[in-house]
């Protein structure tokens, strides 16, 4: 089974319009941390914004936020306001405490393709 | 402010061909990783290193090699490429996560794009 799940191979939204990329994930470990990543088409992996498994609120990054439903193993990305640089490839990515002790491996989705319409 | 370099940022191989590709980061980082990235697939894990000296497995090790005799730096080998290796490969680096503040985010070079005919 897959760790990292994103149901959307690709997205599209109006410009100004708010999104949501979904993103569950599958652990037993009681601790563990979710990441997203943007990888816009000049190739480069752009950290968003992170959540742990023991916040007790959601994370925010400016127009970025989070919304973590632990009962669900669900961790979306919400992008409020969309811009055309929003235009990109959006990974989540799960770190797993039991997944070899303090090496801090991250298990990557396969991605949703963002498209930013004017 | 240089962060995570990779070099080269271009590649190509014919099969049965060995390279090096090197990874350095100048931000005193104790972890790094190699990635590689194939359509539809994400990134996956090739090897990483949780210090100088050390070395470890990932999701996908066959067919590399890795060494990190100094800290920041961190070497990708393929010894006899082959045509499936044709991927874009990532290095990451991230410090060391005092308690309380494990997570910190691995910070990635800008990849190395390698093709072997």
């Known amino acids: 089974a897959q760790k990292i799940t994103q149901t959307q191979p690709g997205m599209f939204v109006q410009e100004k319009e708010a999104v949501t990329l979904d993103c569950t994930y599958d652990?037993?470990?009681?601790?563990?941390?979710l990441f997203w990543y943007k990888q816009p088409s000049s190739g480069e992996m752009i950290f968003l914004i992170y959540q742990g498994s023991y916040d007790q609120q959601n994370a925010t990054e400016g127009r970025y936020s989070l919304n973590f439903q632990k009962a669900r193993k669900s961790a979306n990305l919400v992008i409020s306001a969309s811009q055309l640089g929003d235009s990109a490839m959006y990974f989540c990515a799960m770190r797993e405490t039991n997944s070899g002790g303090s090496n801090y491996k991250l298990t990557f989705g396969k991605g949703t393709l963002l498209t930013v319409n004017p | 402010n240089a962060g995570v370099t990779q070099t080269p940022k271009f590649r190509v191989l014919k099969t049965g061909q060995s390279m090096t590709l090197l990874c350095a980061q100048d931000m005193n980082h104790e972890y790094m990783y190699w990635y590689r990235q194939d359509p539809g697939m994400g990134l996956r894990l090739i090897h990483y290193s949780v210090g100088e000296g050390t070395t470890a497995k990932g999701e996908v090790p066959d067919g590399y090699n890795v060494s990190r005799l100094k800290k920041q730096n961190f070497l990708l080998g393929l010894e006899s490429a082959a045509p499936s290796q044709t991927s874009v490969y990532f290095c990451a680096s991230r410090p060391f996560g005092e308690a309380g503040s494990e997570d910190q985010p691995q910070h990635f070079g800008d990849g190395t794009r390698l093709s072997i005919l």
């Open positions: 652990t037993s470990d009681p601790s563990y941390g």
